[in-house]
């Protein structure tokens, strides 16, 4: 669960960007500019960050402020799933990543998928649709959803397309031996949840 401070931060933010999108007067986009800046001391003080670096993420976000979408995908094989490991930290997620404008929900995770793993899929079912914030990942910047897509495996295994620069090993794990997890990405329980939703094709997709 994020934290309170995080939760003020974030809807700070969101007022500020909101308003710096709609204001034209001075006096406004000065208030507006304020409120960005007391949500930017907040939460580089909380997270022990360089504020220059939370003011620089947050001047990049104009328009009207929506969550980020996150997409995963979910793919299973002989009461295994598939899991690639990420570079950045050395542990194991499912494939995925942020959604690009453009694309469907379902493209982009087909999309991520074999960027990171080399395998074509078709995505067949929405198991889960979860609000980061309320499952227990780390502090982000942002407001994100998160959508976890089962699919289908429809190719032979290829090498992993060039864009996908992120990931350096793919492999099957079966529910009692899941490596040591990305946290930022997915946790033990939406993996244990993924497998019962996949064990039952008439359950619903889980949302908060």
Not at 28 to 44: F, G, N, P, Q, V
Not at 131 to 159: M, N, Q, V, W
Not at 195 to 201: G, R
Request: net charge negative; hydrophobic share 35%.
């Amino acid at each position: 669960m994020d934290p309170k401070w995080l939760k003020w931060g974030l809807r700070l933010q969101a007022v500020a960007q909101n308003g710096l999108s709609y204001a034209h007067g001075p006096y406004d986009i000065e208030r507006y500019e304020l409120i960005r800046s007391i949500a930017t001391e907040m939460m580089s003080e909380q997270a022990h960050a360089d504020p220059e670096i939370v003011r620089d993420i947050y001047t990049l976000e104009t328009g009207y402020a929506t969550p980020k979408i996150d997409v995963r995908g979910a793919i299973f094989a002989d009461s295994s799933i598939l899991l690639v490991k990420e570079k950045a930290d050395g542990c194991w997620t499912l494939p995925g990543g942020w959604a690009e404008i453009g694309e469907s929900p379902s493209e982009a995770v087909e999309r991520e998928v074999f960027e990171e793993s080399g395998y074509r899929v078709l995505a067949s079912r929405l198991l889960a649709l979860y609000d980061r914030g309320k499952h227990p990942h780390p502090p982000a910047p942002y407001h994100i959803y998160k959508l976890f897509f089962e699919c289908e495996i429809i190719g032979e295994p290829s090498t992993p397309s060039p864009d996908g620069i992120e990931t350096d090993a793919v492999e099957f794990f079966p529910s009692g031996r899941i490596p040591n997890l990305s946290i930022p990405r997915v946790t033990p329980d939406e993996i244990r949840r993924l497998f019962q939703l996949h064990a039952d094709p008439q359950a619903p997709t889980d949302f908060d």
